[in-house]
């Protein structure tokens, strides 16, 4: 019902930059909140960025970073700048909001992910 993928990812050196890209697609009526998580090997699944509160992100990232919405694309973006090794991971996008059908129902969709690599 509602198709979420993500695109950008690559391998780049440190220091580099890459945005990434997520849309959602499909009998979407309303989005309540677009984020990014991502997941290093043998790390879990950790909670990077979203869209309420202006655009929230973790501590980590903070200053190099930047989440942004189109809402007419249903599209976000994460700007990385000054990228590190250790953001290496692949990084996933969620999507949470109403369908548009007789019920109003929720959702909350996944993406099958990007992988960033940051290495020399």
């Known amino acids: 019902q509602v198709q979420v993928v993500e695109s950008g990812g690559g391998l780049v050196q440190p220091g580099e930059s890459l945005r990434l890209s997520c849309a959602a697609s499909?009998?979407?009526?309303?989005?309540?909140?677009m984020a990014w998580y991502r997941q290093a090997p043998g790390k879990q699944r950790e909670w990077v960025a979203d869209?309420?509160?202006?655009?929230s992100v973790t501590d980590s990232v903070k200053g190099r970073f930047t989440i942004s919405r189109d809402s007419a694309k249903n599209t976000v973006y994460l700007q990385m700048n000054s990228l590190k090794p250790e953001d290496t991971a692949v990084y996933s996008c969620?999507?949470?909001?109403?369908?548009?059908?007789?019920?109003?129902?929720?959702?909350?969709?996944w993406g099958q992910g990007t992988q960033v690599t940051v290495s020399s």
């Open positions: 969620n999507v949470r909001g109403r369908l548009l059908d007789p019920y109003g129902s929720d959702f909350n969709s």
């Open positions: 499909g009998i979407i009526f309303s989005i309540y909140a």
């Open positions: 869209t309420t509160s202006g655009g």
